[in-house]
C-alpha cells in the first residue's frame, strides 16, 4: 500500500494534472475566440487528456487505500500575446510535467514501491509522447514566422496534426 508521503504527493499529481486540463481549455478559448479552429481542436483535446490523467491518478491512490482529494486550482491564464507565446508555453507546461513525473519515479523507487513505480511507467512514456508533439507544434510554428499569413498556416498546420490517426496515417509512429 502507499506510504502517506506517497498519498500527498500522488494528491499533488491530481492537482497538476487537473491545472494543466483547465490551463489547456484556457488556451483552446482563446484560440477559438481569436478565429484559430484547428489550434483551439487541438488544445481542447488535450484539455479532455489531461483530465484522463488526473483520474488515473485520482483513482490509483484509492485503488491503494489512499484517498484521492479534490484540488482547489489556480485560474489559470486566459490572454496570451500570439499563437506562438500560447505553443511555447504549453510546451514549457509538458516539460515541467515530465519532470514532476520523474520526481514521482525517484520517490517510488527510493521507497521501493514498485506497485507505483510500474503505474507510473504509463505516465513517463506519456510525457515523451507528449513532449515531441508539443514539439513538433512549436517547431512548425516557430518556422512559419509571423508573416501577413502565417496564422492561417499555423492553423493549417495544426489541423492536419489533429487529424493524424494513431497507428495509421504517417507520422503516427512517432505520435
Ligand atoms: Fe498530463
Ligand atoms: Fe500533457
Same mark, same amino acid.
Given at each position: 500500500?502507499?506510504?502517506? $508521503?506517497?498519498? !500527498?504527493?500522488?494528491?499533488?499529481? =491530481?492537482? !497538476?494534472?487537473?491545472?494543466?486540463?483547465?490551463?489547456?481549455?484556457s488556451?483552446?478559448? +482563446?484560440?477559438?475566440?481569436?478565429?484559430? *479552429?484547428?489550434?483551439?481542436?487541438?488544445?481542447y !483535446?488535450?484539455? =479532455?487528456?489531461?483530465?484522463?490523467?488526473?483520474? @488515473?491518478?485520482?483513482?490509483?491512490?484509492?485503488?491503494?487505500?489512499?484517498?484521492?482529494?479534490?484540488?482547489?486550482?489556480?485560474?489559470?491564464?486566459?490572454? +496570451?500575446?500570439?499563437?506562438?507565446?500560447? %505553443?511555447?508555453?504549453?510546451?514549457?507546461?509538458? $516539460?515541467?510535467?515530465?519532470?514532476?513525473?520523474?520526481?514521482?519515479?525517484?520517490? *517510488? *523507487? $527510493?521507497?521501493?514501491?514498485?506497485?507505483?513505480l510500474? %503505474?507510473?511507467? +504509463?505516465?513517463?512514456?506519456?510525457?515523451?509522447?507528449?513532449?515531441? /508533439?508539443?514539439? !513538433? =507544434? /512549436?517547431? $512548425?510554428?516557430?518556422?512559419?514566422?509571423?508573416?501577413?499569413?502565417?496564422?492561417y498556416?499555423?492553423?493549417?498546420?495544426?489541423? @492536419?496534426?489533429?487529424?493524424?490517426?494513431?497507428?495509421?496515417?504517417?507520422?503516427?509512429?512517432?505520435?
Amino acid at each position: 500500500m502507499l506510504s502517506a $508521503k506517497m498519498i !500527498e504527493a500522488l494528491n499533488r499529481q =491530481v492537482k !497538476e494534472e487537473y491545472y494543466a486540463s483547465n490551463l489547456y481549455l484556457s488556451m483552446a478559448s +482563446w484560440c477559438e475566440v481569436n478565429g484559430l *479552429s484547428g489550434c483551439a481542436a487541438f488544445m481542447y !483535446e488535450h484539455a =479532455v487528456e489531461e483530465r484522463i490523467h488526473m483520474m @488515473k491518478f485520482f483513482k490509483y491512490i484509492n485503488m491503494m487505500d489512499g484517498h484521492a482529494i479534490v484540488p482547489e486550482v489556480p485560474m489559470p491564464p486566459s490572454e +496570451w500575446l500570439n499563437i506562438q507565446t500560447v %505553443f511555447a508555453e504549453a510546451y514549457q507546461h509538458e $516539460k515541467k510535467v515530465t519532470n514532476l513525473i520523474s520526481i514521482l519515479v525517484e520517490l *517510488s *523507487s $527510493k521507497e521501493q514501491d514498485f506497485a507505483t513505480l510500474n %503505474f507510473l511507467q +504509463w505516465f513517463v512514456s506519456e510525457q515523451a509522447e507528449e513532449e515531441v /508533439l508539443f514539439k !513538433e =507544434v /512549436l517547431d $512548425k510554428v516557430k518556422l512559419i514566422g509571423d508573416g501577413p499569413q502565417s496564422l492561417y498556416f499555423i492553423d493549417t498546420e495544426v489541423q @492536419k496534426i489533429n487529424n493524424r490517426v494513431p497507428g495509421q496515417e504517417n507520422g503516427a509512429e512517432e505520435a
